[in-house]
């Protein structure tokens, strides 16, 4: 898309490299094997519609060696605690029509597989659903309960809780049919030089991934360990909340976390990191 | 009395003429980047200017190594290290880049930090909240633009 001037950026970066040589220009080379067992793929040949990338890293490649030790066991995970609460809630009734999430689906396992295709299509309602948009769909017409806040504790939790147990299956969203236009939509999000410092998403996560940003080591902004864990502010994170954080980054009016924009946005991120694995709930900074 | 108010009327115009030196961020003169007189008449302040090097509106280190700053944490490396940046550009270049980094590097990852319009939802600050209706404050003053590019003339290798 609009790209402009790839050569003068060249030039800057072949600069920068030269100086940083030795610094932490490239993820690095480690690999994330879960409580011994659930082998992780942190590192892909890019899809074919992730254009101006040759391979795509989970985040995880980017963090120092203590953040990445705490998800690679879930009892150092900070997560996990999250998960067990959201095990309670799984098959707890709430609402008028006394269901739990258990009462329509047993055991969370028969949800393995799940967090990868999220968002999806939804034939009958015409729209594309995010994990959360599904969950409330659920305790509002299945349950009878009220909806949870969009990037609420409930809800983060829940989605914790659904994607572990798709930990190590690699993230397959679909991006065509009818949910190609919104795919187009979160794609010029993507590139939309955005607030007073006009930075778009693809300027930190594609152009400038694996270089220092002041204290920050750039990853390529990928979702798929999401919901993560984040030592930062010691809670549990959701997607459109971290976008929500990088756009205010930029010194812009943020959107909506549910919003249709970040909705398509989170469908473009999401098929950009098709092929990794679903890490979610993860650990980072 | 006539004299007096004169004078004070004098006094008031020499005040307003100082002010309306001060080159507005619609106004600045770009040629081939670069822009030749200083935005203020004021002579920059090279000390202030590495103030703002490092945190605030500026935070060019976020970006940019320079090794005269070594004593603060955290250099990023998007930028090219700004070491010797004096013996490759002129004044008038580097306040060109300084205040509008996109004339001089088109399609530039660097902020334009003497700009006031143009902007793509443009927020407060860091808030997340729209800009409220009314004046847009650039990233840096005209004088605070002055004093950075008197700390990069002094970035000179001999």
């Not at chain 1, 940083?20 to 082998?39: F, K, R, S, W, Y």
């Not at chain 1, 991934?209 to 993560?228: C, E, K, V, W």
């Amino acid at each position: 898309m609009n790209r402009p001037q790839t050569l003068t950026r060249a030039i800057a970066f072949a600069a920068a490299a030269c100086v940083a040589a030795g610094a932490n220009a490239e993820p690095d080379t480690d690999q994330l094997v879960v409580n011994e067992e659930i082998e992780m793929i942190t590192e892909a040949a890019a899809p074919a519609h992730t254009e101006n990338l040759s391979t795509v890293y989970s985040g995880w490649r980017f963090r120092a060696d203590e953040t990445q030790a705490l998800q690679m066991d879930d009892f150092e995970n900070p997560a996990m605690i999250f998960v067990e609460a959201a095990a309670e809630v799984w098959s707890t009734a709430d609402g008028t029509k006394g269901n739990s999430c258990a009462s329509c689906h047993e055991d969370v396992e028969s949800l393995r597989g799940v967090r990868a295709v999220y968002p999806k299509w939804n034939e009958a309602a015409g729209e594309v659903r995010t994990l959360e948009m599904q969950i409330n769909d659920c305790r509002e017409n299945q349950m009878g309960a009220d909806k949870w806040k969009y990037t609420g504790g409930d809800m983060t939790n829940m989605t914790a809780l659904i994607s572990s147990v798709s930990r190590g299956m690699p993230v397959n969203v679909a991006i065509d049919g009818p949910a190609q236009s919104m795919w187009e939509q979160g794609k010029e999000l993507y590139y939309t030089r955005t607030g007073q410092l006009e930075l778009s998403c693809a300027n930190c996560h594609e152009d400038s991934y694996g270089m220092m940003i002041r204290a920050d080591h750039l990853s390529q902004g990928q979702i798929n360990g999401f919901p993560t864990y984040r030592l930062k502010n010691t809670k549990l994170n959701s997607v459109h909340a971290r976008f929500k954080g990088c756009v205010r980054d930029t010194r812009a009016e943020t959107f909506k976390p549910g919003s249709a924009d970040f909705v398509a946005l989170e469908l473009y991120v999401a098929s950009r990191g098709n092929g990794l694995s679903v890490e979610g709930p993860s650990v980072r900074n | 009395m006539k004299i007096a108010f004169l004078a004070a009327a004098a006094i008031a115009l020499t005040a307003t003429g100082v002010t309306a030196e001060i080159v507005k961020p619609q106004d600045v003169a770009y040629v081939d980047g670069a822009v030749a007189t200083s935005l203020t008449g004021t002579p920059g302040n090279a000390e202030n200017g590495a103030v703002i090097m490092n945190k605030g509106a500026g935070n060019c280190i976020a970006c940019h190594e320079v090794t005269a700053l070594n004593h603060l944490p955290f250099h990023g490396e998007i930028g090219p290290m700004l070491d010797g940046v004096a013996d490759r550009w002129s004044e008038a270049e580097l306040r060109g880049i300084v205040a509008n980094a996109k004339i001089m590097f088109e399609g530039s990852m660097m902020p334009s930090f003497y700009k006031t319009s143009g902007f793509t939802r443009l927020g407060d600050a860091y808030t997340g909240k729209a800009h409220p209706e009314g004046e847009v404050k650039p990233l840096l003053t005209a004088q605070e633009i002055e004093d950075v590019v008197a700390y990069l003339m002094t970035l000179k290798y001999d």
